[in-house]
């Protein structure tokens, strides 16, 4: 059985709006003005952004409609998680502006200063050195402010990012994690570690651009427009823009021209550049997805002497992906020169014709001038083409950031669902029929069973029978196709989720498959599982056995005094105490270094600590010696005391503990007598899958 049990913290509705002081930094902004908090409260005070699908009530997710470029669109998708970080961003560009207006007082006072040094004017070079000095230091300081805030929002920004696409993640259905086509853990580690990471660069090169952040803002909503943000440019653009046509009306004109042909350029490299960043994405994911399968199954790679079989597999994925980077980076090193040469070109051409054109109204010094105010205006134009490629360069990252975050839930909370305080814990199938999928056969066809409240059920059957399947839809991971499921007369789908999974435990083992082994051939997907083989392990995670047994309040706070007895309780004190920090020794990655019999009462211990009333045990088939199983039994025994139990058994010892065994076979269920039990069970042991 590939499922756990995971005790997660309410959905989060908006949760990656609440705020967490603790695990910010202090910001920059603190740093200069402490009473300043607002970019403390990313979106408290912000409506909930327009991207978030509102998938508790189930509704259809509906993607942000803009009348705008795609572009535009990722850009827009980020604007709920920059607009609360809206306080660093000002005080950035006004740190810019200052930057700005601090050069231009610079450049006249070089000029003072020279004639100062030739004149040689002591006092007026010690009071314009002062001052120069000055606006040199206000100028470095006012740079240093403009990034540091400018990166205080970007960072931010991506870790709410993070934070959204992680708990969009964390809610979707198990089918997304399960089907066939599932995107890998690793991919989707990949996505939100170093892609999200990406999506930070880009917005830090975007903020960085004021130009751009006005054009995005004017097409977007011009009423977010900070009229700063436009100051420092607009003075820029519009003092070298006033002197050109001072000097030449005509010639303006023509330079004008040269500026849609550049928009085209770099909007068609730019687009290029996108489509190489996509596949240089992807050839990392495809390099974090192999190494997330093949390292957890290391144990499986030595026992089948496969190291060198892994080692060309990864090979062959490291290579894709250096040669995917090493075209990004050559595209990116290309797209500034392709740039300048366009422009310049193209400005050259029109400057020598309409030079000849109006030979004779226009001296040297005129054509000096022109040049040198265009040769300003360069600079902010050059500044959006930069940062459009930047944006371009992220937007696969965003867009597959927010690919995660898209989905229709299938299993729906309702509004109105029913919290319940405590369950006696009986259920009900009510001719229950699944399947996973639209078009295919159902696993589970029209199923009655009754396990009243305190009673132990076994489940026995063929491999592949939907024993697992049951328990999945008895936690409400999936919705059954028709029929319903009843705890203590409540239709499961009338309960609210996390109510129903506080009642309903599962011990499962995690299977663990060997490495899927993945390849890309002629265009197409291709993939095949190196062996049929499974090893069968804990669900554990890397922590303390604490951790391990408290996992339910994990982030709360664990009650060390029910830890201890549900150890006792599940006959893991012994061992435990043997270890080198006893209750705070590190288990290792899976529990791995635990042994078989050790890890499944760690994850009895935990379903006592969760003290569900209903209880799901899919027993482990791995042969334990005598002892273990004996120690296995016994907590399992106790366990049992009080609780409604659904055991999936794969042993006969442990089918004689149930009061009732029902077979599953196909997709339903007939109750096993005892003495049929006794009297066929190596019949019934090639038929249901027991070991005995
Ligand atoms: N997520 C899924 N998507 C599609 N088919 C699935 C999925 N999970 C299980 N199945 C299929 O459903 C059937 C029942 O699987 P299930 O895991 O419930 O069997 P099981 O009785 O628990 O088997 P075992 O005893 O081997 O663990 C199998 O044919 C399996 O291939």
Request: overall charge positive.
């Amino acid at each position: 059985m590939s499922i756990i049990r995971l005790n997660l913290p309410s959905p989060p509705t908006p949760a990656f709006l609440k705020p967490e002081p603790l695990l910010f930094p202090v910001t920059s902004i603190q740093l200069l003005f402490p009473a300043i908090k607002t970019s403390l409260k990313p979106l408290n005070s912000t409506k909930i952004p327009s991207i978030c699908p509102s998938d508790h009530t189930g509704q259809k997710f509906h993607p942000p409609q803009y009348p705008l470029s795609r572009t535009l669109q990722s850009l827009c998708s980020l604007k709920p998680f920059l607009l609360p970080q809206r306080v660093p961003i000002f005080a950035g560009w006004l740190c810019s502006l200052a930057s700005v207006v601090s050069l231009s007082k610079i450049v006249p006072k070089v000029g003072k200063f020279s004639a100062g040094l030739t004149n040689i004017n002591v006092l007026m070079l010690r009071d314009e050195g002062l001052v120069l000095g000055a606006l040199l230091l206000v100028r470095s300081v006012a740079s240093y402010w403009q990034q540091a805030f400018l990166w205080e929002a970007a960072v931010n920004a991506a870790y709410w990012l993070r934070v959204y696409v992680f708990e969009r993640v964390l809610e979707r259905d198990l089918a997304f994690f399960e089907d066939g086509g599932a995107i890998s853990a690793g991919d989707i580690a990949y996505r939100i570690t170093a892609e999200a990471a990406d999506v930070s660069d880009t917005m830090y090169a975007v903020l960085n651009v004021r130009e751009f952040s006005l054009i995005c803002c004017c097409g977007y909503n011009a009423q977010y427009i900070p009229v700063l943000t436009i100051v420092p440019s607009t003075l820029q653009l519009s003092a070298m823009v006033a002197q050109m046509l001072i000097i030449s009306p005509a010639l303006s004109l023509i330079s004008a021209v040269v500026i849609p042909i550049l928009v085209l350029v770099i909007a068609h490299l730019g687009e290029k550049l996108k489509e190489i960043s996509k596949k240089a994405h992807m050839s990392v994911a495809a390099l974090s997805a192999y190494l997330n399968e093949v390292l957890p199954a290391i144990l499986f790679v030595k026992a089948n002497n496969s190291e060198q079989c892994e080692s060309t597999r990864f090979r062959r994925l490291a290579h894709t992906n250096l040669s995917e980077q090493l075209k990004k980076r050559k595209m990116k090193a290309l797209i500034p020169q392709i740039t300048q040469i366009v422009y310049f070109g193209g400005l050259f051409i029109f400057c020598a014709g309409s030079l000849l054109v109006s030979s004779g109204s226009f001296d040297g010094c005129s054509m000096v001038s022109f040049v040198t105010s265009l040769s300003f205006l360069v600079e902010p134009i050059q500044g959006v083409g930069k940062a459009y490629n930047e944006l371009k360069q992220g937007e696969p990252a965003i867009e597959r950031l927010f690919d995660l975050t898209r989905f229709n839930s299938k299993v729906i909370e309702k509004p109105d669902a029913i919290d319940l305080d405590s369950i006696a814990g009986d259920v009900k199938f009510c001719d229950v029929s699944f399947g996973y999928g639209d078009n295919v056969p159902f696993i589970l066809n029209g199923l009655n069973l009754h396990i009243k409240a305190g009673e132990t059920i076994a489940l026995v059957g063929p491999s592949g029978g939907g024993k697992t399947t049951l328990s999945k839809l008895l936690l409400r991971l999936y919705d059954p196709s028709s029929g319903c499921i009843l705890i203590d007369n409540h239709n499961l789908q009338d309960i609210r989720l996390d109510s129903l999974r506080r009642h309903v435990s599962l011990v499962s083992q995690d299977i663990h498959r060997p490495p899927l082994l993945l390849w890309v051939e002629d265009g197409e997907r291709r993939h095949t599982r190196a062996s049929l083989h499974v090893l069968k392990i804990k669900t554990l995670f890397a922590g303390t056995v604490a951790e391990n047994i408290g996992y339910r309040d994990l982030t709360s706070k664990i009650d060390m005094g029910k830890v201890e007895h549900a150890a006792q309780t599940a006959n893991a004190e012994e061992f435990i105490r043997k270890l080198p920090e006893g209750y705070k020794t590190n288990i290792g990655p899976r529990g791995s270094s635990l042994s078989g019999g050790q890890k499944q009462r760690l994850a009895l211990a935990r379903a006592l600590y969760q003290n569900s009333s209903i209880l799901i045990l899919d027993e482990a088939t791995s042969a334990l010696d005598s002892r273990s199983e004996l120690l296995v039994r016994q907590a399992v025994e106790r366990m049992m005391e009080n609780r409604t139990v659904l055991v999936i058994a794969h042993r006969l010892e442990t089918v004689l503990m149930a009061e009732r065994v029902f077979r599953l076979h196909d997709g339903k269920l007939d109750e096993l007598t005892r003495s049929t039990l006794m009297s066929s069970h190596h019949e019934l042991a090639v038929s249901s899958g027991l070991v005995i």
